[in-house]
């Protein structure tokens, strides 16, 4: 059960892997089931708590107070929860991930914690910083950070661009943790009312091992549907909003291993 | 696919019918958050699941969604984290005429193709208009298909006794399948059970001494002394009452040692406070040599004692009994057949060269004792065994992950209702069966199992799509599974593609109806068809080398290592200490041996005599430790130094820092390469790899370019070095160009031996000077000390040889060396060509009704190539077939004939079956059957009868029934005759008979059997009763002698005497069971006295039991007390005790006497006050004792509650006190508190605490 899990900490906790690729790869468990349906495709359409992790420059445009919490079953394997929240231009969140024991002494834990700041420039234009500290906590205790810095353009066709790890020291003091730079264009879809949706295209890690995401989404007033490709994963999910609730749930399934479940819990307080 | 599907989805959204009501939403569920933190000990605070001082976010969400959109969309969602993902349900589903499509997961029903029941997740999409309709849809199969047959509560087994283990055959057979059959002792006094104990000693003398001391355990006396004997387990062994009582081994005695020595090892370390690295572990590989002779040596010292008789080891005998692993076997269903030694054929046991083999069974214990001629046990004998045994319960275990929804479970045929007569747990695989099966019943359950779930792993995701179109009463359809992905080289089996298409048309003809369909399907690596074959294991390397007990020539090959030592090979793998399965290269220092693995290097010390057997010989060193890279590659000396080349460097140590890895010091690789060999000489360090040879520097390597092609070997010898390549043996002089040795076939190894050079190629082992090789073969490796040995690559027969080369030339086949010739890491593709299965099935059905008459029509054919998606049967079956019925009144008639051929493709043959019945509906009601077959290739005729008859009076009813089936020409029949007899001359009484008598002209005719049962239920006045009493009578028909056995109960209530102040009601109930093993009685009396406030009941039980075999007696005497007062406002305690005693007695052991006990106190507190408090206080015999208290104290705002447990038990205590309050903080929003403290610990250990806290907060919606 635990095997999967182990090998993701281990990759991203150990230094003898050599390889530095990734470092901040847990912070995308932070992700919300909206951008894990949009298979990461939703760059520039970010919104909510969510857009923290994956583009912090959304959330200049934030309206009243946003609460956000995700848990996910990773492969049938392993599970993760992270929780976050904004308000207009302000961005706080935090991840866990903790193996429980292994064998006899031997057990992984990982935290991370994320803040961001955006500032919206004009109506249609936002710029972002972003904080992001990451704790390997057991089996040893080491601490990197990392600053990060997004812009976002809105309209009919949006465009966002983030630079991650601009000044960075990663956890473990023989490596690094490198730059890298995502890009994304969306674009919305000319549907009747009523209909709302878009297109979203994103190309994220230039720097590290880039990757391509495709998505789409459809709204009918709060219900919501959306589908995703990246790699070697399909991605779809629902969202539903009622009151002050929005619930989305998302899928993803692999090539190979079994799928992973995300579902997002929103509390929007306005 | 999915993204033209979904665009079409997308599009009949924007038809144009978006002016409807929009949207209605119907959301239940729950969203909690829990952060927790706890201080103290881990041991303590496991127990809460948290690690001190460590912060933990829980989350947990389950939620149930319907919506509705656009009045054509319909959503549907259910989702829990507490589960897997199988467990979890979404679909989108569309409905707007003629659309019709479900996004999302989804079932796929009973189709023309045998697609059932799957469980999809995908897209389906419907065009359905007046007369017309087209299906489509593409998905990802959730799961995997099975299937399990259960036969009945009787399941049928083969047992194989040989010498070899048949799937290994150059290892010995596994203990329990041992044509020698296992261990046992005659017992010189009776077995008697609850007197006799059974305990394993090893005394200490000065000879067991002396021995241990020989394997360094010259210390373990000591803790055998503080021990001397240790009970063995009940499963360790069984007593059979044969002749006299015999104790068999069920376990092995060698296993029996190892555990003792084990244990006594244990008790050695907790004698000395021994922790860490100090404690004394077992010395040995399992199953080594070496352990071996240990164990073995221990038979001389070890004794088995039963009831303080001492039974040698060494005195053990063998060669009569035989343990069936399964017990209750059905007799009469026993087959033995015999393979003597040197035959390949199995023979039954009744032909006549075996006159003199004489067996017996005894079929409730699953022993076969066998008295078999000396000559007869060789190796190569074997002896097999099929029989059928009882299973009890309705319990069926399909295993983990079972799909929800995914099965159809058929009892002989018919389908079964889930709910109605079985119910299922999914989670588990667990299916119980409301039903009571016989021993002929067949059920079958087809069920899905979740890929990649905890049992259900799959090699590929697999999809499936396809089509159908139906227009009138025609269909076609096409659909196609598909496993995706590429086969890495250690995937078992390739992918499979499953193609099938289907035409369906029905329609009249006349007075005719009909129905005529055609599929045809291609397969491509079918299930049963798509193993990828093995790769060829290989010889890798070879070295000589010395330790304390000799000198050893190790192999390294692709499947581990493999030494030979003094006359004899020996192999070891990962189960035994490598820290890789393939071993690339060796490198035998003065007191280590290097092993270059595909996952690190592994060090062997040879520091002690017989080092590869001894566990603390082997160390491993992983990435993780420091080793730089994942796979070891080659190994080579310097001068001082060790070179060892990985996927990632080349690493440079001294050879007594070769268990260090943080003291290596390493080189980069040459750019794009990948090492194969190392050569160190003359201060010059070669590597030679897949792109060619290259020489480092100091700073870098320079790629030489005097040597073309892939390097597999280097020898150097002063300045001369010698490459095996691709192309020949190319000679270097001072890392120059000086010629070829050898050109023109690739040259694997080099060595050389006493001053002359030689090298291995794919057509033989050539020398110098040699034109013609020496040996023909492909040899890998070559190598040895005062011996040349060489080795070779497994044909493709996997026939893998060694060679001693010189001084004499000497072959090792496997029958000697028993090298495993497949290379069990890796496989070789198939060929699709060769492994595609292709057929064709079709059905045509003609039905009218003539008159009275219905008649029907059939003709089949079904190739063996043809496969349905989702099954995985195959058959070569066709025919034809014909059936007839009538319904007039009071007589029903029918008649069905058929021609089928079966195997046309391969073996021809037919049968020709017939079937008749007919019931008559008058006095007596009459039923009858013949079911005739005539089958050539079956030898002839068989057919089955049955005559049922049936009366019914007013207060009587009877039947008699008779049923078998006759075969010829060596005509044979056998059946059974029955006939029941029911009385019930009024509604207190009832009387029933039950006769069964088999018949059976050949063979084993079985048991006759009576039963007679008598039921009086009444009530007068005072008392009322319900007795039974029921005779059973038994006997072989063979043997007229009748066993008979007999229970009977009586159970009397008397009416409840009321008096002033209360009421008494007491019952009682007397029973008794007479059965030849055993005659039991007993008497239970229940008095429940009420007075005022104060409810009393108390029980007494006695019981006596009698078994001849063993005159063994025995009396229990059970006590029990329940006290329950309403006497306190408010305050509600409740006793209860039981105890019981047991009093064995036998005539020789004299007098037993076990007690029980059981005391709990319950302390209800419910008044009028706002608070509620239950206080639980356990207590058990032997000191064991439990308290639990609940409290609960509901305010305006939230609730109060406390907690508080205690449990002590062997020496080790739990315990916890915790508060928590719940608040409302607003409507569907509240919050919650805990605070708790944790103990624990035992006597040995000492105390553990620790104290956490719990803040929650949750959302209901």
Redesign the interface.
């Known amino acids: 059960m635990k095997g999967p899990l182990v090998l993701s900490l281990v990759f991203l906790a150990?230094p003898?892997?050599?390889g530095y690729v990734g470092v901040g790869t847990i912070f995308e468990l932070g992700w919300d089931a909206w951008d894990v349906g949009m298979a990461g495709a939703g760059l520039a359409l970010a919104e909510g708590p969510g857009t923290l992790f994956t583009n912090p420059a959304g959330i200049a445009w934030e309206e009243g107070i946003v609460l956000l919490?995700?848990?996910?079953?990773m492969?049938?394997a392993a599970?993760s929860?992270s929780?976050a929240a904004c308000l207009p231009g302000v961005g706080l969140g935090?991840i866990?991930l903790?193996s429980?024991?292994i064998d006899e002494g031997l057990?992984y834990?990982v935290e991370g914690a994320a803040a961001a700041l955006s500032i919206p420039l004009s109506e249609a234009l936002a710029l972002g910083g972003r904080a992001r500290v990451l704790r390997h906590?057991?089996p040893q205790e080491e601490t990197g950070w990392a600053v990060d810095l997004a812009v976002m353009l809105r309209g009919p066709l949006s465009l966002a661009a983030l630079a991650e790890g601009l000044v960075s020291q990663a956890p473990v003091l023989e490596e690094t943790w490198p730059p890298s730079l995502s890009l994304g264009v969306a674009m919305a879809l000319p549907?009747?009312?009523?209909?709302t949706g878009a297109l979203g295209v994103a190309v994220r890690g230039l720097g590290e091992e880039p990757l391509l995401s495709l998505g789409?989404q459809?709204w009918?007033?709060?219900?919501g549907?959306r589908?995703g490709y990246c790699g070697e994963k399909?991605t779809?999910g629902?969202s539903?909003g009622?009151g002050s609730?929005r619930?989305s749930?998302a899928?993803e399934?692999?090539?190979?291993?079994?799928?992973?479940?995300k579902?997002s819990?929103q509390?929007i307080l306005r | 696919m999915?993204r033209v599907l979904?665009l079409l989805l997308?599009g009949a959204?924007?038809g144009g019918v978006?002016a409807q009501e929009?949207?209605t939403?119907g959301?239940t569920?729950q969203?909690t958050?829990t952060i927790s933190y706890g201080i103290g000990d881990p041991e303590a605070l496991?127990l809460e699941?948290i690690?001190p001082g460590?912060?933990?976010?829980?989350?947990?969400?389950w939620?149930d969604?319907t919506?509705q959109?656009?009045g054509l969309?319909t959503?549907e969602?259910s989702?829990n984290?507490q589960l897997?993902?199988?467990f979890?349900h979404?679909v989108?589903k569309l409905d707007q005429s003629p659309w019709h499509g479900e996004?999302?997961d989804f079932y796929v029903d009973q189709g023309e193709l045998g697609v059932y029941n799957k469980k999809l997740?995908g897209i389906r999409l419907t065009y359905q208009d007046e007369g017309f309709s087209a299906t489509s849809l593409a998905a990802?199969l959730e799961g995997i298909s099975e299937s399990l047959t259960f036969q009945g509560q009787a399941a049928q087994t083969e047992v194989l006794f040989s010498y070899e283990d048949p799937e290994d055959p150059w290892e010995p057979a596994p203990y329990s399948n041992q044509l020698e059959g296992a261990y046992f002792w005659p017992l010189r006094a009776p077995f008697v059970e609850g007197f006799s104990e059974v305990t394993l000693s090893l005394p200490v003398s000065t000879g067991l001494e002396a021995f241990l001391e020989d394997y360094g355990l010259e210390w373990l006396p000591e803790a055998l002394e503080e021990e001397p004997e240790v009970d063995l387990y009940q499963g360790d062994y069984l007593v059979l009452r044969d002749e006299g009582d015999v104790l068999i081994l069920r376990t092995s005695p060698k296993v029996l040692l190892r555990r003792r020595i084990q244990d006594a090892i244990d008790t050695y370390n907790d004698l000395h406070d021994l922790s860490g690295s100090e404690r004394k572990t077992y010395p040995f590989i399992l199953d080594s040599d070496l352990e071996d002779a240990f164990l073995t040596g221990l038979f001389d010292y070890a004794v088995l004692e039963v009831s303080e008789e001492g039974y040698p080891f060494s005195g053990m005998g063998r060669r009569r009994y035989l343990l069936l692993g399964e017990e209750d076997v059905i007799e009469g269903s026993l087959e033995l057949w015999v393979r003597p030694a040197g035959q390949e054929e199995f023979l039954p046991i009744s032909e006549p060269q075996f006159s003199d083999f004489s067996w017996s069974l005894y079929p409730e214990e699953g022993v076969l004792r066998i008295s078999f001629p000396d000559h007869f046990f060789q190796e190569g004998a074997a002896l097999k065994a099929s029989f059928k045994y009882r299973q009890t319960g309705g319990v069926y275990m399909l295993g983990l992950s079972v799909v929800p929804g995914s099965e159809r479970v058929y009892l002989n045929g018919k389908p079964l209702s889930r709910g109605t007569d079985y119910t299922i747990d999914y989670e588990t695989g667990v299916l119980v069966l409301f039903i009571a099966l016989t021993e002929d019943d067949e059920l079958k359950v087809d069920f899905e199992r979740?890929?990649?779930?905890l049992g259900g792993y799959a090699e590929?995701?697999r999809v499936f799509f396809g089509a159908s179109l139906e227009y009138g009463g025609a269909v076609v359809s096409v659909y196609r599974a598909v496993d995706?992905?590429r086969p890495d080289p250690s995937t078992p089996v390739m992918p499979n593609t499953h193609s099938v298409a289907g035409l369906r048309t029905a329609g009249e003809v006349g007075d005719w109806e009909y129905v005529l369909s055609f599929g045809a399907s291609e397969n491509v690596f079918p299930e049963d068809d798509n193993e990828r074959i093995a790769a060829q294991n290989r010889i890798n390397d070879i070295v000589a080398l010395s330790a304390p007990d000799g000198e050893y020539v190790v192999f390294a090959h692709q499947n581990g290592i493999t030494i030979y030592h003094q006359g004899a090979f020996s192999s070891y793998g990962t189960g035994q200490g490598l820290g890789g399965r393939a071993v690339r290269g060796l490198l035998a220092l003065p007191d280590r041996l290097l092993c270059a693995t595909d996952s690190g290097l592994t060090v062997v010390r040879l520091w002690d005599a017989s080092p590869f057997d001894r566990v603390a010989s082997w160390v491993r060193i992983y990435?993780?430790d420091?080793f730089p890279g994942e796979e070891g590659l080659a190994v080579a000396g310097g001068e001082g130094v060790v070179y060892l080349a990985t996927d990632?460097a080349v690493a440079v140590f001294p050879p007594e820092e070769a268990e260090d890895p943080t003291a290596w010091t390493t080189l980069p690789l040459p750019e794009g390469e990948e090492p194969r060999a190392l050569a160190a000489s003359g201060g010059r360090l070669y590597l030679g790899g897949k792109e060619g040879l290259y020489l480092w520097t100091g700073a870098d390597w320079t790629k030489l370019g005097s040597v073309p092609g892939q390097v597999n070997d280097l020898l150097s010898e002063g300045e001369t070095l010698y490459v095996a390549t691709d192309q020949g043996v190319r000679i270097l002089k001072s890392g120059a160009g000086a010629g070829w040795l050898s050109a023109g076939e690739e040259a694997h190894a080099l060595t050389s031996f006493q001053g002359e050079l030689w090298w291995g190629t794919d057509s033989g082992l050539y020398s110098k000077g040699g034109k013609a090789p020496l040996l023909e073969g492909a040899f890998t490796a070559l190598g040895g000390g005062d011996a040349l040995w060489a080795g070779t690559r497994a044909d493709s027969d996997y026939n893998l040889d060694l060679w001693q080369v010189s001084p004499e030339l000497r072959r090792f086949d496997q029958t000697e060396t028993l090298i495993d010739g497949q290379d069990l890491g890796h496989y070789q593709d198939l060929s699709a060509s060769d492994h595609t299965a292709r057929g064709l099935v079709g059905n045509l059905s003609l039905s009218r009704r003539l008159g009275d008459w219905d008649l029907d029509l059939t003709a089949r054919t079904r190739w063996p190539g043809y496969q349905a998606i989702g099954t995985t049967s195959t058959s070569d079956s066709h025919g034809i077939g014909f059936a007839a019925s009538y319904d007039g009144q009071g007589l029903s008639f029918s008649l069905q004939g058929g021609w089928d051929v079966l195997d046309l493709f391969t073996s021809p043959n037919w049968e020709l079956s017939g079937a008749i019945a007919a019931t008559w509906d008058g006095v007596p009601k009459v039923s009858l059957r013949l079911t005739p077959v005539y089958s050539p290739a079956e030898g002839g005729f068989e057919t089955g009868f049955y005559l049922d008859s049936n009366w019914q009076g007013e207060l009587w009813r009877a039947q008699a029934t008779l049923s078998g089936g006759v075969a010829g020409p060596a005509w044979y029949t056998a059946g059974r005759l029955t006939a029941s007899f029911t009385w019930t001359p009024s509604s207190s009484w009832r009387l029933e008979a039950q006769a069964l008598r088999p018949f059976r002209s050949q063979g084993d005719p079985g048991n006759e059997k009576l039963v007679l049962s008598l039921r009086w239920t009444e009530g007068a006045g005072l008392v009322s009763w319900n007795a039974y009493w029921t005779e059973n009578l038994e006997h072989h028909l063979l043997d007229p002698a009748w066993t008979r056995s007999s229970t009977g109960q009586v159970d009397l209530r008397l009416k409840a005497w009321e008096f002033p102040g209360g009421r008494l009601a007491p019952r009682a109930s007397l029973s008794l069971k007479s059965a030849p093993g055993e005659t039991r009685w007993s008497v239970k009396g229940i008095g429940q006295l009420e007075l005022g406030k104060e409810g009393f009941q108390l029980g007494v039980t006695f019981g006596q039991g009698f078994r001849p075999a063993s005159q063994r007696r025995e009396r229990t005497l059970a006590l029990s007390l329940r006290w329950e007062s309403r006497a306190w406002e408010g305050l509600k305690p409740i006793l209860s005790w039981e105890r019981s005693w047991q009093l064995l007695y036998h005539p020789q052991y004299g007098e037993k006497l076990t007690q029980d006990q059981e005391a709990t106190l319950r302390l209800l507190w419910q008044s009028d006050l706002p608070w509620t408090n239950e206080l639980t206080l356990t207590y058990e015999d032997e000191g064991a004792l439990e308290l639990v208290d609940r409290f609960s104290w509901p305010l305006e705002l939230g609730t109060i509650s406390l907690f508080a447990s205690a449990n002590f038990e062997e020496g080790e205590l739990e315990g916890k006190v915790s508060a928590s309050y719940g608040q409302p903080l607003m409507e569907g929003w509240d919050m919650g508190v805990e605070v708790g403290y944790v103990l624990g610990g035992s006597r040995s250990s000492g105390p553990v605490q620790g104290l956490y806290g719990r803040l929650s907060l949750v959302?209901s919606?």
Do not use: N
């Open positions: 150990l003898a892997l050599g919490g995700s848990s996910s079953s492969y049938g599970t929860s929780v935090g866990i903790d429980g024991p057990r834990r906590v057991l549907l009747p009312e009523p209909l789409a459809l009918a007033k709060e219900l549907v589908a399909f779809c629902l539903v009622w609730f619930l749930l899928t399934l692999h090539t190979t291993l079994p799928p992973s479940f579902a819990f509390v | 999915r979904f997308l959204l924007s978006l929009p949207f939403l959301v569920g969203k958050w496991a699941g690690y460590q912060l933990y976010l829980d989350q947990s969400l939620a969604i919506g959109a656009l969309l959503v969602a989702f984290d897997g993902p199988g979890q979404f989108l996004l999302g997740l990802r979740q890929r990649g779930g590929y995701e995706l992905g990435q993780d420091g990632q959302a919606f």
